[in-house]
């Protein structure tokens, strides 16, 4: 089946830890996001990327880095830098080739910080 | 600033009745639009896309366009308890091939 799968589902990070969060997709789309959604909110993007090896600051950037090393990956890390990393974390991918952009979403990480 | 603005709620609909749930947008750039269904706790899921002016049906839900007026809506009919959750409207950016514009969500409860 095709989709996108994130892990961990819940994560729990303590305060001055880095923490990497998976994103994998067998869609074979060429665009992945990540977004942050505190609740009652809507999404927030953080990073995206076009192609393999390039990717580009969101509204939110700070605090993050992502790589693009491969089409399938875009593992997201959350530095100590950001200083309330607690929300739900979503990664979504596009395969663009239709020109209009439909974003498919996988199942999230609830990131608490203790 | 571009934006996509939803009244937040909730909104609440009797079982069996229509629920109108809508979004206006300032960006006239793109005429994109994408509605995401999400339930308490879980991941956007895309429910409905409209491209073109005017309306398009799938099933039990109806997405309006109004260009001039700039909104786009999300009609359900019959509508169920398990339709309760917050909808999600979202614009493809005008300057760009790839970024979505967000509304915020607006919560639909159902009442049986």
């Known amino acids: 089946d095709g989709g996108i799968t994130q892990s961990p589902k819940y994560l729990f990070r303590k305060e001055g830890q880095n923490v990497t969060l998976s994103c994998e997709q067998n869609l074979n789309h060429d665009a992945m996001y990540w977004y942050r959604q505190d609740p009652g909110q809507g999404l927030r993007l953080i990073y995206y990327?076009?192609?393999?090896?390039?990717?580009q600051k969101g509204d939110i950037a700070e605090g993050y880095s992502v790589s693009r090393e491969k089409k399938e990956s875009f593992p997201l890390t959350v530095t100590s830098a950001q200083k309330n990393p607690t929300a739900f974390y979503l990664c979504?991918?596009?395969?663009?080739?239709?020109?209009?952009?439909?974003?498919?979403f996988g199942p999230g990480t609830r990131l608490t910080v203790l | 600033q571009k934006e996509v603005e939803q009244n937040s709620g909730p909104l609440s609909v009797p079982e069996g009745a229509i629920a109108s749930l809508n979004c206006t947008y300032s960006d006239r750039g793109s005429q994109s639009f994408f509605w995401y269904r999400q339930y308490s706790g879980k991941s956007p899921e895309l429910i409905m896309s409209i491209y073109s002016n005017g309306d398009k049906e799938d099933g039990r839900f109806t997405a309006q366009l109004n260009k001039a007026s700039q909104y786009v809506s999300l009609l359900i009919r019959d509508s169920q308890p398990s339709d309760s959750a917050t909808y999600l409207c979202?614009?493809?950016?005008?300057?760009?091939?790839?970024?979505?514009?967000w509304g915020a969500g607006t919560k639909l409860i159902i009442k049986p």
């Open positions: 979202a614009q493809k950016g005008g300057d760009s091939n790839y970024q979505l514009i």
């Open positions: 979504a991918s596009s395969g663009g080739t239709s020109g209009y952009n439909e974003q498919f």
């Open positions: 990327s076009q192609i393999v090896n390039d990717f």
